[in-house]
């Protein structure tokens, strides 16, 4: 249950669920035309070249070489028999020698901007060749980079708990009580800095990959590292006249990066953070008054603060950040309110800087780091790419990650040269800076279809929800566009993968709640309602499922796709609502992290789960991958209790073929309270890299004496024992062997 599990649903539109979307395509001639002329399952499943192999990759894998674990409500990591894993590094960990060690008492002075952040998340790993060059051969040192979610957890940070008003002992998370009173600057500061990204050089020793403490390539990006805004230069001014604020005038720049979810690795060598749930940092105390209608309307779409909290609110967004001083803007840019004369006198516009695809060059430590509006501003889970083709362009596919928000594609305008390997950010500018952005809608035909979100679309240009602006104005508040051409509204997209050996794309949709799927309002994409019944721990979609999709022809260009649902998660015990066929071994709930291992083939799925958790905590399964079209067409039956009273209803969809106990496994239960998180490995597939998120995230506050629900890893004999704290783990085999096969 991390911060963004309670995400709201800012998604208002009308935009339209299954059953207008068939009527539409019936009396429509165009789409009849491509529901005849676009490739139907069945064919798909014929066609040659559908499973192409990429050269180079062994074939995909018969079989997993492990037995399935049982569930699991130990606190530490369960792996099968012979495998074993170590700590790489935990929260607090120093990346200077000159640092005192990691207390695990909350009582560091320093403000963290030289110690490994929080809430460990997406990551890749970047080899360097002798010359200090990206290579994407296993040279034995890298640097890896992770990005650092949340601040959920902060009240470990300190003594005793967070202060606010002079009380310590307080559990804030982005939706807890908020004080009006105001925050201690240190406290804060820490809590600032262990957000954001972690470099960090790794070697391979005798004993497996260490960190190298004192490397000059070890850097943190935090929410207060200096960033450029980046965007089309038809469109650049526009953008940033949205950016302007006190900091910089010219809105050409701004600061740090938030939230950092999922990510991106992309073909040249950088590395994308990208910014998810960064509406909840920001408060508006003070006046209301100098706001648009407009800018009041896109922020309310984004869930952004545009006015004090009403007397007597007590739960509010935000941790109190800008309570700290009045005058210094370090703390001063938290609060949105319109207080100066003008967007140059305050930080009204400061939201508008965040949002985005964080660029950063791992091995180049006095690089700027970028912000790719190109890509559009919206909850960024992570960014895939899809195979790179030279000379074809680049296709980043981008889940928004909130109930009801889409899944995007953005299209370079540059065709790939794979001489730009190793170009660092100069290569970025050339792939990122100009491209078309596009939403995805899902039809009940098993069918989609890329919408461009461009302002010369009548749709868009007069939208009566919003007045766009200009190009710019769209790239800054897409998911209004994706609302005017009528997006799909998906059970909260969070990562996707791309299946190395046929370049076709997953999404994990990790659930969503009554309010928004019933019997009634299901749609062929997102077709489950349903209860737990045997636990009360939710009702709609609480369990998720992994939607993917093929593009028309494998282009990346493609603006028609064909998709089916590759799993739904599902307690084994679940009835009809257990459409894969789940066993007690390979139960499910809520994926999120998702991953295609390049050395074997094997679909790496992980959860962040509260729904099965009463059950087991959270997993890591491996799968095998078949293709899409290889199930069929199913009718999913629904039921469940709307307002006392029991709603049944059917729904079809299309399946993936069941993979059944062979094909999917579940290889790594979790400490209490944790999710699992970012994965990577070495290029041999020999070792594993595992993030473990947020472990004893439902402890209670500490003033009261209360002991933490986790206390992985020190229980393990990694660092100070005390509190828990999220880490990267090393997993190998103990015969050295290739992991999972
Ligand atoms: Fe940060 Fe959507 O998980
Ligand atoms: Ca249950
Ligand atoms: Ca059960
Ligand atoms: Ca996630």
């Known amino acids: 249950m991390s911060s963004h599990d309670q995400d709201t649903d800012c998604n208002t539109s009308n935009n339209p669920h299954f059953q207008d979307v068939l009527t539409q395509s019936l009396h429509n001639p165009a789409r009849r035309g491509l529901l005849r002329g676009g490739l139907g399952l069945a064919g798909l499943a014929l066609l040659p070249g559908c499973a192409t192999m990429v050269s180079g990759l062994a074939a995909a894998p018969s079989a997993l070489g492990f037995p399935s674990l049982d569930k699991s409500l130990l606190d530490n990591v369960i792996l099968p028999p012979g495998y074993q894993y170590t700590i790489l590094h935990a929260t607090g960990d120093a990346l200077d020698a000159a640092l005192p060690a990691y207390s695990n008492q909350g009582i560091e002075s320093d403000d963290w901007s030289r110690r490994i952040g929080d809430h460990h998340d997406g990551m890749d790993i970047y080899y360097i060749d002798a010359n200090g060059r990206y290579t994407e051969k296993d040279t034995g040192r890298a640097v890896l980079c992770v990005n650092h979610e949340s601040s959920a957890d902060a009240h470990f940070m300190h003594p005793n708990g967070q202060t606010s008003n002079g009380v310590s002992g307080k559990k804030f998370d982005q939706f807890g009580a908020w004080d009006l009173g ?277 749709r868009i240009a007069n939208f009566a929800a919003y007045k766009f602006a200009n190009q710019g104005d769209v790239l800054v508040n897409p998911r209004l566009a994706a609302d005017a051409v009528g997006a799909t509204k998906m059970d909260r997209p969070e990562w996707g993968a791309v299946n190395h050996r046929n370049g076709e794309i997953y999404f994990a949709l990790t659930n969503n709640n009554a309010a928004n799927r019933t019997p009634s309002k299901v749609d062929a994409a997102n077709p489950r309602a349903y209860m737990d019944l045997d636990g009360n721990k939710g009702m709609g979609n609480p369990n998720g499922h992994i939607i993917r999709f093929k593009e028309a022809d494998n282009k990346s260009t493609a603006k028609g796709f064909a998709w089916d649902i590759f799993l739904f998660g599902a307690e084994e015990d679940a009835g009809d609502a257990n459409v894969s066929g789940l066993s007690a071994k390979n139960a499910f709930s809520s994926p999120d992290g998702m991953w295609f291992s390049k050395a074997t083939g094997i679909c790496w799925i992980q959860t962040d789960d509260n729904a099965m958790t009463d059950e087991t905590n959270c997993m890591m399964l491996a799968a095998i991958p078949g293709q899409v079209g290889d199930g069929g067409k199913v009718t999913v039956k629904n039921k469940m209790v709307v307002n006392g009273v029991e709603q049944t209803g059917t729904q079809e969809t299309f399946v993936g073929a069941a993979l059944g106990d062979a094909k999917l496994r579940r290889f790594l239960v979790a400490p209490k309270g944790s999710e699992v998180t970012g994965i990577t490995e070495t290029a041999d597939g020999r070792t594993l890299f595992v993030n473990i998120q947020h472990p004893g995230e439902l402890s209670k506050p500490l003033s009261t004496g209360n002991t933490p629900q986790s206390m992985w890893p020190g229980n393990q004999g990694y660092g100070a024992k005390g509190r828990p704290r999220s880490a990267t783990i090393v997993i190998t085999r103990q015969d050295g062997g290739v992991i999972g096969l």
């Not at 296709?395 to 953005?410: H, T």
Request: glycine share 10%.
């Open 182 to 458: 105001s925050r201690p600057e240190l406290e804060v500061l820490k809590e600032i800095n262990h957000h954001g990204i972690s470099v960090v050089e790794i070697v391979k020793s005798p004993q497996g990959w260490r960190i190298k403490q004192d490397s000059p390539l070890n850097r943190r990006f935090t929410p207060q590292t200096p960033a450029r805004i980046s965007g089309p230069r038809a469109e650049i001014d526009n953008i940033r006249s949205l950016m302007v604020t006190r900091w910089d005038t010219a809105g050409a720049m701004s600061r740090g990066t938030l939230n950092n979810c999922g990510h991106g690795k992309t073909p040249w060598g950088t590395y994308l953070g990208c910014e998810e749930n960064w509406a909840f940092y920001f408060q508006a105390t003070g006046a209301g008054a100098g706001l648009s209608a407009k800018e009041v309307a896109a922020r309310k779409r984004y869930g952004v603060a545009s006015a004090a909290p009403a007397a007597g609110v007590t739960k509010a967004v935000s941790q109190g950040w800008h309570t700290v001083s009045t005058t210094d803007d370090r703390f001063t840019r938290w609060n949105l309110a319109a207080v100066g004369a003008n967007a140059e006198r305050d930080f009204r516009n400061e939201a508008n800087t965040f949002g985005y695809n964080f660029e950063v060059d791992p091995l180049s430590p006095s690089s700027t780091p970028a912000k790719r509006v190109a890509m559009g501003r919206f909850a960024h889970e992570a960014a895939v790419c899809g195979l790179p083709k030279a000379g074809e362009p680049l296709a980043f596919y981008m889940g928004c990650d909130s109930r009801n928000e889409y899944i995007y594609k953005f299209v370079s305008a540059a065709v790939w040269d794979p001489r730009d390997v190793g170009s660092g950010m100069q290569a970025g500018d050339k792939y990122l800076s100009e491209g078309k952005l596009y939403v995805a809608r899902f039809d009940a035909t098993g069918q989609g279809e890329w919408l461009e979100l461009n302002i010369a679309d009548p």
